[in-house]
């Protein structure tokens, strides 16, 4: 199993990006997904999750500005960012509580994507 996260880049304040994460592999079912951050010098810090249901929470910075979803039949989490400030400029990881199967048995843990980078400067 492994997620693997794209769409970071260099964006102008108050624009917008569009991440995505994959995840891939011998994938039973996918509990919680989120998006986290950490930004230079700073702990990784949560931003956004969603539950299987669809239930999602935020952290405050992000509230109103950005939007987590899924695609449930891709195995996929999207994080849309709109209104970009300076300090949302981080590396971007994508996260996911994973059933899955592995020699005729099943194992749940968390994976982590490899990370995108997230710049907004002008």
């Known amino acids: 199993v492994q997620l693997q996260a794209s769409g970071g880049g260099l964006v102008q304040p108050g624009g917008s990006l569009r991440l995505s994460c994959a995840a891939s592999g011998s994938i039973f079912s996918i509990n919680h997904m989120g998006w986290y951050r950490q930004a230079l010098g700073k702990q990784r810090e949560l931003v956004a999750v969603?539950?299987?249901?669809?239930?999602?929470n935020y952290v405050d910075s992000v509230k109103g500005r950005f939007t987590i979803s899924r695609d449930n039949a891709k195995n996929m989490v999207y994080l849309q960012m709109n209104s970009l400030k300076p300090e949302d400029t981080a590396v971007y990881y994508c996260?996911?509580?994973?059933?899955?199967?592995?020699?005729?048995?099943?194992?749940?843990?968390?994976?982590w994507g490899q990370g995108t980078l997230v710049t907004v400067s002008s």
């Open positions: 969603i539950s299987g249901g669809g239930t999602t």
């Open positions: 996260n996911a509580d994973i059933l899955y199967s592995s020699g005729g048995y099943y194992s749940r843990r968390e994976y």
